[in-house]
């Protein structure tokens, strides 16, 4: 049984997480502006919002930048995670399959990786392409057992 490759969550965490920090980072910047501005009172008479509460009004936007900064951050961590995860289990998945010793990343098309691939023996075969079955199974249509290769067959 082969584990599982994910590739798209860990993108769309991070596109998703670095929008949200973005604006939580925004947010917090301007509440923490706003509370600021109160309590030295520059707006007393022409603010737009000049409720008693206005200062505790600009530590809950404060807060609610931070919640969201945080929780953008946690996106990004987890989409660092997924990827790091992934990684692994390509290079897990085609070292059981082919007893390879290490997978050297150099591009995606679709679900086919373009890769240098190193047997123990040393031997770099470049630019082989490895595709992915939905199970994880990688497929190799070049046989890794000759002599290496530099990628113009």
């Keep these: 049984m082969y584990a599982p490759i994910d590739l798209q969550t860990p993108l769309v965490t991070q596109w998703t997480g670095t929008l949200l920090a973005i604006v939580g980072l925004a947010v917090l910047a301007h509440g923490v502006w ?23 009004d600009a530590v809950r936007e404060t807060f609610a930048g931070a919640g969201v900064l945080f ?4 996106l990004l961590a987890y989409a660092i995670y997924g990827d790091i995860t992934s990684k692994n289990n390509i290079q897990d998945n ?7 010793e290490s997978v050297e990343d ?3 098309r ?3 990786l373009t890769a240098d691939v190193t047997m123990p023996d040393g031997t770099v075969h470049q630019d082989v ?25």
């Design 94 to 100: 085609v070292a059981k399959k082919y007893g390879v």
């Design 106 to 108: 150099k591009g995606w």
């Design 129 to 153: 392409l490895i595709v992915f079955e939905d199970s994880g199974e990688p497929q190799i249509n070049r046989d890794l057992g000759g002599p290496a290769t530099d990628g113009t067959e």
């Design 71 to 74: 929780l953008g951050l946690a």
């Design 110 to 112: 679709g679900n086919a």
């Design 34 to 56: 706003r509370r600021k501005r109160y309590q030295a009172h520059l707006d007393d008479e022409d603010a737009r919002y000049a409720g008693p509460d206005r200062v505790k």
